[in-house]
C-alpha cells in the first residue's frame, strides 16, 4: 500500500484558456503614460503570468524589480523588497468568483489603473459587498476574507495593480 493518497485538483483555469501565453500582447489595454505600469506590461524576464478563475495576473516580488519602482511610488504605498505585486485583470463580461487567498496573503491594496470604473466585491463585516473603484484610485482589501471581481456588467476590460505588503489587514489599514 501506498503512503500517498490519490487525489483530484479541480481544474480552475478559466474556459477560455489555451496556454497562449501571448494573451497579454493581444490585449485591448488602454494607453497609459506611467513608464512603470508600462515597464510592468512589456516586461518578459521576470514575471509569472497567471490565467485561472477569470483572472489573469503577472506577479513580482518586488525584489525582483526593486530598481524599476519609482522611488515616489515605493514611499507612497510602503513597499520594501519583500514585498509583492502584481498588474491583474478581469475581462469584460467576467466574474471573479468570491474566494478567501491562500500562500499568506493578507491583505492587499487594490489600484484601478484603467480607463473606467471597476467593480470588487469585499467581505465587511462577513456581508459581500460591491465597491466601485474609479480610474486612479485604490481600495485595501482584506484578503482573509471573501472578495473577488464583479466585470459581468461592465464592457471594458477591469486592468489593477495589487501591491502586497505582507501586512494584515489592520496593518495595512493603519497606513492610510
Known sequence: MSRYTRSTIKDQRSSDFNDDDKWLKNANLAPTTNDFIQFLRDDERMAGLVNLRKVRQKLYSCSQIWKHIPESFKQQWHLEQNHFMGLEWILPGEMLDPHIDIGGRKSNIVINIGEHPATIMHSNNDVLEDVTINPGDYFVLNTQ???????????????????????????CIALF
Open 145 to 171: 476574507k471573501m472578495h473577488g471581481c464583479d466585470n459581468t456588467k461592465s464592457e471594458h476590460l477591469a486592468e489593477f495593480l495589487t501591491v502586497n505588503g505582507r501586512r494584515t489587514f489592520e496593518e
